[in-house]
């Protein structure tokens, strides 16, 4: 199906749109920008401006000027009104599929939100954070710079991250410190209540992963693991 623009929507050089999205009135999206299908991108919505840097470039993209990494844009992502997504520096910021971004969230530049992200409504990530699948952020959350949340993980209006954040577990406060294991989210994804007590132990170092997780989530676990362990 084809796109949907409305008139009043800026849509710059370098932007390039798959097919059956939707981009609402005043929002403003530069290139380089790429962007898949079935995005659903609301009213004063803006995505590919600079990063935040005092010294940096500051291109006029909506005129045509190009200069950074961009952003990439996977399938079937909502950004509600006033979202804000600032192009990568070093590599492009990517938003992956099927994420909702409630009004006035924030993606900082170089940054990257795994399948099925949701940010709440005001919630600020710095640059070079990375979201992994399934990670939920409450109402006004702010994560620092670098941060990365694992998947799965839930973290509770208002808190304030300034380090990792384990895989389904439950975290809140600011500073923010992890409460327990996301056990709403295990079950979600069929993870029965037995198997979730031995997680919550294994995250406690007081037992093994467990063998009963679905395979979904031990891949994603697994993954997870071993990215902590590269870096």
Known sequence: MANKIHPTAIIGAGVELGDDN?????????????????NWIGPHVVIGTPAEYRGGPHPTGWDGELDGAGVTIGNHNTFREFVTVHQGTQEATRIADR?????????GHDSVLDDEVTLGGGVILGGHTHLWPWANLGLGTVVHQRCQIGPGAMVGMG??????VEAFTITVGNPARTTGVNRVGLSRRGCPDDVIDEYENHLKGKAELPAGLPAEILDQITAWRKASTDT
Not at 23 to 38: E, T
Request: with cysteine.
């Open 22 to 38: 939707i981009v609402g009135p005043y929002s403003v999206i530069v290139g380089p920008c790429r962007i898949g299908d079935g």
């Open 159 to 164: 808190s304030a991250v300034r380090r990792t």
């Open 99 to 107: 994420c909702y971004l409630l009004a006035r969230s924030h993606v």
